[in-house]
Structures are given as structure tokens and as C-alpha cells.
């Protein structure tokens, strides 16, 4: 169990970490660029983050779960409860805001973008406040878990 919590842990703080870097980090530095410019970078980044953001999701997820589960009750299954309600919410608001909107920019021309792109950029950047949010809460209640099972 010690071999998986470590290597969960790894994953959804990466996975954290990730989230925090591209919605904190990223985005408004990508805001100060002009149009053309921030369109080719965002389409590049949407690129790059559909093959990287599910190669953390997913084992985090899974590996999350296999916690949960073979913790069973042990010290700090609230915590590892509230924990996974986070990660769900991550993995809903993905899956239901910010990859459907990811679809439509990696096909978007940086010549002629669409007329409402801005609007669009606008909403992802709501949306992925939700979700770098909710994995950022997630990890840090697995941590707090962590210390309940192990204290």
C-alpha cells in the first residue's frame, strides 16, 4: 500500500501542478501577446496538453481510487473522500467544458479565427479556474488524508 500511495500522490500532484502552472502561469502570459500570436500559442498548447494531460489524468484517477478503496476505513477516509469529489469535479469539468472547447481550437486557422474566439477563450478561462481549482484541492486533501492514515 506505502508503493501506491507514493506513486499516487506523485501523480495528482503533478497533475496539480500542471493545472496550476497552465491556469496561473500560462494563460496570462498568453493574454499579453498579440491576437495572431496567442492563438498560435494556444493552439499549440492544446496540442501538446491533449497528450499530456491525460497521460497524468488518467493514472491519477485510477490510482486515486485503488487508494480509496483498499484503505477502506482506515484514519482520514473523509479526507481521501472529499479528495476523490474533487477529482471528479476535475474530471467532469473537463471532459464537459474545456476538451469540447479544446476540440474546436485545435482547428482553429490563426489567420481567421473565428469571429467569437475571444468569448470562447474567456469561457475556457472560467472553466479552468473550476479545474486547476479542483485538482489543486484534491491533492492537497489526499495529502491531509495521508497524514490522518498514517497518524
Given at each position: 500500500?506505502?508503493?501506491?500511495?507514493?506513486?499516487?500522490?506523485?501523480?495528482?500532484?503533478?497533475?496539480?501542478?500542471?493545472?496550476?502552472?497552465?491556469?496561473w502561469g500560462?494563460?496570462?502570459?498568453?493574454?499579453?501577446?498579440?491576437?495572431?500570436?496567442?492563438?498560435?500559442?494556444?493552439?499549440?498548447?492544446?496540442?501538446?496538453?491533449?497528450?499530456?494531460?491525460?497521460i497524468l489524468?488518467?493514472?491519477?484517477?485510477?490510482?486515486?481510487?485503488?487508494?480509496?478503496?483498499?484503505?477502506?476505513?482506515?484514519?482520514?477516509?473523509?479526507?481521501?473522500?472529499?479528495?476523490?469529489?474533487?477529482?471528479?469535479?476535475?474530471?467532469?469539468?473537463?471532459?464537459?467544458?474545456?476538451?469540447?472547447?479544446?476540440?474546436?481550437?485545435?482547428?482553429?486557422?490563426?489567420?481567421?479565427?473565428?469571429?467569437?474566439?475571444?468569448?470562447?477563450?474567456?469561457?475556457?478561462?472560467?472553466?479552468?479556474?473550476?479545474?486547476?481549482?479542483?485538482?489543486?484541492?484534491?491533492?492537497?486533501?489526499?495529502?491531509?488524508?495521508?497524514?490522518?492514515?498514517r497518524g
Amino acid at each position: 500500500m506505502s508503493v501506491l500511495l507514493v506513486v499516487q500522490l506523485v501523480l495528482v500532484g503533478l497533475l496539480a501542478g500542471e493545472e496550476f502552472i497552465v491556469r496561473w502561469g500560462v494563460q496570462p502570459a498568453m493574454a499579453t501577446l498579440p491576437d495572431q500570436v496567442h492563438l498560435r500559442t494556444r493552439i499549440a498548447l492544446v496540442k501538446s496538453l491533449k497528450v499530456v494531460v491525460p497521460i497524468l489524468m488518467v493514472p491519477a484517477v485510477l490510482a486515486s481510487v485503488a487508494v480509496l478503496v483498499l484503505s477502506g476505513g482506515d484514519g482520514g477516509l473523509g479526507w481521501r473522500i472529499a479528495a476523490m469529489v474533487a477529482l471528479v469535479v476535475f474530471v467532469l469539468a473537463s471532459f464537459l467544458g474545456t476538451v469540447p472547447i479544446n476540440i474546436r481550437v485545435n482547428d482553429w486557422d490563426p489567420e481567421r479565427p473565428p469571429a467569437d474566439w475571444k468569448r470562447v477563450v474567456r469561457r475556457w478561462e472560467r472553466i479552468d479556474v473550476l479545474r486547476s481549482t479542483a485538482a489543486g484541492v484534491a491533492f492537497v486533501l489526499f495529502v491531509a488524508g495521508l497524514v490522518q492514515l498514517r497518524g
